[in-house]
C-alpha cells in the first residue's frame, strides 16, 4: 500500500478536520486531495484499502472517502474491516461509485455508509459534498446530540442549499399477496394501468425498477394517490415547494426536523406551522402525482404487482384528488416522446451548454420568457446542466426542455466539461 503525502493546507486557528480519501486511481487521489485541501481539511490518500482500518485507529479520520471497487481489499471488505471495532463505526464513509455500479438507498442502509457520489464527479461536487457531511458530523459532536439516521441526499440539492432528501410521503406499497403481476418488458404499465381503469378495480399497483419503486393507489379506477421512492430529489414534496416558491430552505428545514419526530407526515406539519395553506399543499401533492407517473412511463424495464383492497390506506383517502389514467397516459407519453428528443441534444447532464456569440444580442433579451432569461443568465462556460437546474430551483424536464429549445434556436451549444473532472 502506498500512502499519497497530503498537501499541507495553510495554518488555522483550528486544527484541520482529518479526511482519508482511498482510491486507485492516483488521479482521483490528486485532484481529491488539491480540492479538500484548498477548502481547509487535511487529506491523507491510500491507494489501497489494505491499511485504512489501522490508519484509522491511530488518526482517527472525520470521514472517509472510499472507492466502491478497487481491486485487493474493495469497498464492501474496507466497511467490513471498519465495523469490526467499535470505536470506528461512528466515522462517516462516503462510497465513490462508478456509474453503471448498482448502489441505491436499501444498499447505503444495509452498508452503513451515510451517502454515495458517482464519478465522475467535478471538484465543486465533491467539495459540496464533503463539506456537508463534514459540517453534520460536527454539529453532532458539538451539541452532543441524540444521533438520527442519515439519509442520501443528492449533490443537485446540497448545491441548492436545501437539504430535501426526506420520503415523499407514507409509501403505499403493500406487501399482501398481489393479484395481477407482471414484467415491464412483456407488459407495458400504460396496459396495466388502462386495465385497472376499464374494470374500476381499487387497490395500489406497484411499479420497481432496480432501487426505485412507485406506488399508484386506485380507488374505482382513478389513481388518487402516487407515493415513491428513490425517484430523484426534483420529484420530492419539499423540493416542489420551493419551486413553487411557497416554502424556504430554512423552513423547510424546520418542518423536517419535526417530520423525524412524526415520519412522513412533511406535508401536514408545514401547514400546521402556517407555512402553506391545505390548499396550496393539495395542489402540489397532484402535481407531484402526475409527475411520479410521468418519470415512471420512461421505465424500459422492471416488473409490476397488484394488489386490490376493499380499502384503501388512510393516506390515499386523506388528499381526496383524482387522476384519470387516459389523461396520465397522454401526458405522460408526450413527455417521453419530447424526452427522446431532447436526449438527442443533451445526452448527459453534465454536459456545459455555452452562449453563441453574439447570437442573443441580435435577437434582443425580451425575445425570451423569464424562464428562458434565468437560464441564460446562469451559463457561465462552467456550469454544466445538473448546475443550472440546481440553480433555477425547476424539474429537469422543464430545464433540458428550455435548453433544448434554445440550443434548436442557436442561442446556446453544448460542449463537454472544461474544469478537470474526477475520472
Known amino acids: 500500500m502506498k500512502a499519497v503525502p497530503a498537501v499541507k493546507p495553510k495554518p488555522a486557528a483550528s486544527p484541520a478536520a482529518h479526511v482519508f480519501v482511498v482510491d486507485d486511481s492516483p488521479t482521483v487521489l490528486q485532484i481529491a486531495t488539491a480540492v479538500l485541501t484548498k477548502r481547509g481539511y487535511r487529506v491523507t490518500g491510500f491507494e489501497s484499502g489494505a491499511d485504512?482500518?489501522?490508519?484509522?485507529?491511530?488518526?482517527?479520520?472525520?470521514?472517509?472517502?472510499l472507492d466502491f471497487a478497487m481491486p485487493g481489499p474493495n469497498g464492501y471488505e474496507v466497511l467490513g474491516s471498519l465495523g469490526v471495532h467499535h470505536e470506528l463505526e461512528a466515522i462517516p464513509v462516503i462510497l465513490m461509485i462508478t456509474r453503471g455500479d448498482v448502489v441505491g438507498d436499501r444498499l447505503v442502509r444495509e452498508l452503513g455508509i451515510c451517502d454515495y457520489i458517482t464519478k465522475p464527479f467535478s471538484p465543486s461536487v465533491l467539495a459540496a459534498v464533503v463539506d456537508h457531511v463534514v459540517g453534520k458530523q460536527q454539529a453532532q459532536r458539538a451539541s452532543a446530540a441524540e444521533s438520527v439516521t442519515d439519509v442520501h441526499t443528492s449533490t443537485a440539492v446540497q448545491q441548492s442549499g436545501a437539504r430535501l432528501a426526506e420520503r415523499i410521503a407514507q409509501p403505499l406499497f403493500i406487501r399482501d399477496e398481489p393479484s395481477l403481476s407482471g414484467d415491464l418488458a412483456q407488459v407495458p404499465v400504460a396496459e396495466v394501468m388502462q386495465l385497472l381503469a376499464l374494470q374500476r378495480q381499487t387497490g395500489v399497483l406497484t411499479i420497481r425498477r432496480h432501487e426505485a419503486a412507485v406506488a399508484l393507489a386506485f380507488a374505482n379506477g382513478v389513481v388518487c394517490l402516487v407515493t415513491g421512492q428513490n425517484m430523484g430529489p426534483h420529484l420530492l414534496l419539499g423540493a416542489m415547494l420551493i419551486q413553487e416558491r411557497l416554502l424556504t430552505a430554512a423552513q423547510l428545514e424546520a418542518a423536517l426536523a419535526q417530520d423525524r419526530e412524526i415520519p412522513h407526515r412533511l406535508g401536514r406539519h408545514i401547514v400546521e406551522q402556517g407555512h402553506i395553506v391545505q390548499a396550496d399543499l393539495m395542489r402540489v401533492l397532484h402535481r407531484q402525482s402526475a409527475e411520479l407517473v410521468y418519470e415512471m412511463l420512461r421505465f424500459k424495464s422492471g416488473s409490476f404487482t397488484f394488489v386490490r383492497v376493499t380499502m384503501l390506506p388512510e393516506e390515499a383517502k386523506e388528499f381526496g384528488f383524482s387522476l384519470r389514467v387516459d389523461e396520465l397516459l397522454l401526458e405522460g407519453y408526450r413527455r417521453v416522446d419530447e424526452w427522446g428528443l431532447i436526449e438527442r441534444v443533451l445526452p448527459s447532464f453534465d454536459l456545459?451548454?455555452?452562449?453563441?456569440?453574439?447570437?442573443?444580442?441580435?435577437?434582443g433579451p425580451d425575445s425570451f420568457d423569464p424562464f428562458e432569461r434565468a437560464i441564460l443568465e446562469v451559463i457561465d462556460g462552467r456550469c454544466n446542466v445538473n448546475d443550472i437546474i440546481a440553480h433555477v430551483a425547476r424539474p429537469p424536464f422543464d430545464v433540458a426542455r428550455a435548453l433544448y429549445g434554445l440550443v434548436a434556436a442557436h442561442m446556446l451549444a453544448v460542449t463537454t466539461p472544461r474544469e478537470i473532472v474526477i475520472p
Open 352 to 363: 456545459i451548454p455555452i452562449s453563441v456569440p453574439g447570437a442573443v444580442e441580435r435577437v
Open 52 to 65: 485504512v482500518c489501522a490508519a484509522a485507529l491511530e488518526d482517527r479520520p472525520i470521514l472517509i472517502l
